[in-house]
């Protein structure tokens, strides 16, 4: 499957640019749409999705363009939204079946359908509790369920671990990486832990621009030498985390332990140590990004 984003646009009402002249190419495996809040993730989401409308611009799959084909490659489809909500009353079983209906299953294809499904995201064992019973990773995980009824060759996942804890987010990365070997999955996060394992390629929105594109190692590379370790005092925290992005702070016997990126201050020893894939986007987005929103700022004002 190939996915062809060209020049997209959307500006929603009141001049909210959601994405400016966003162009991408998407094919295999699992990719990783990675961006601060109000980047434009869901919007572009909701556009592959079929939900929402471009200003300008157009998506192609396999060649298809999706606003004018829009039934065709909904049937090829399956989405989680990043608020997704099931009946409560439902078990997870009547759910499933009801979704299944939707997409005009019946009879025995539609019993086996949701039983495959329910099985995949490892829901058997409680299908028959109401969904209102269920705990946060069980419902994103049912919200998966249902976007594999119809087994669409390419997956949209809107925020799928946000409030989930760390065991449930990995049960649900490695889900995914499961899903991945036949499908394209298209993954959307503000958590960069989400994709540093599971994507191999990824893109970074900003104000609604793409602002990187590639493979996560490749952004790494970018923080080589900017990523830094030290020891302060307490006093002196104020003063560099002023100048430098602070990534974690552990007290250590009485002194703070600081991962930092940037620039190093003078007068402090650090040392530098290679960077991860959270450092890279911290840097990418506070130096890379940052600068050239302040740039456009600039044009502007002239
Ligand atoms: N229906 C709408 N009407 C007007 N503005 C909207 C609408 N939907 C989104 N926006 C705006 O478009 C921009 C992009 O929003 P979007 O929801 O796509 O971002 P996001 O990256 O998904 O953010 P989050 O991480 O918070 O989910 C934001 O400024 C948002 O306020
Ligand atoms: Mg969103």
Redesign the pocket.
């Known amino acids: 499957m190939q996915i062809t984003i060209r020049n997209l646009n959307k500006v ?3 001049d ?1 640019y ?1 994405l400016r002249d966003v162009s991408l190419d998407i094919s295999e495996g699992m990719f990783g749409l990675l ?10 989401m909701k556009i592959l999705a079929t939900l929402e409308q471009p200003t300008s611009g157009e998506v192609l799959v396999d060649g298809e363009n999706i606003s004018v084909r829009r039934r065709e490659v909904r049937s090829t489809l399956g989405y989680l939204p ?1 608020f997704f909500g099931a009946y409560p009353q439902m078990t997870g079983s009547e759910f499933l079946r009801y979704i299944g209906r939707l997409c005009g299953f019946s009879g025995k294809a539609l019993k086996e359908s949701v039983e495959e499904n329910l099985i995949r995201v490892g829901l058997f064992e409680v299908r028959d509790r109401k969904v209102k019973t269920y705990s946060g990773g069980m419902l994103r995980r049912l919200g998966v369920a249902q976007a594999l009824v119809g087994n669409p060759k390419l997956l949209i996942i ?2 799928p671990t946000t409030g989930l804890d760390p065991e449930e987010r990995i049960r649900f990365r490695n889900l995914l990486s499961v899903l991945s070997r036949d499908k394209v999955i298209i993954l ?1 996060t ?1 958590i960069v832990g989400d994709i540093s394992s599971t994507c191999e390629n990824i893109a970074l ?1 900003s104000h ?1 621009r793409l602002v990187f594109r590639g493979h996560p190692e490749s952004l790494v590379d970018q923080a080589s030498g900017k990523v830094w370790q030290a020891a302060c005092d307490e006093e002196d925290f104020g003063m560099i985390s002023e100048q430098m992005n602070v990534i974690s702070t552990i007290p250590v016997e009485g002194r703070l332990l600081l991962r930092l990126v940037g620039e190093p201050v003078d007068g402090f020893e650090m040392q530098t140590v290679p960077p991860n894939l959270e450092d890279a986007y911290m840097h990418f987005m506070e130096n890379v990004v940052g600068e050239h929103v302040e740039e456009e700022a600039g044009v502007m004002e002239d």
């Open positions: 929603y009402s009141g909210v959601a961006g601060p809040n109000g980047a434009g993730k869901t919007t572009l990043q809107d925020e959307s503000h929105l609604g």
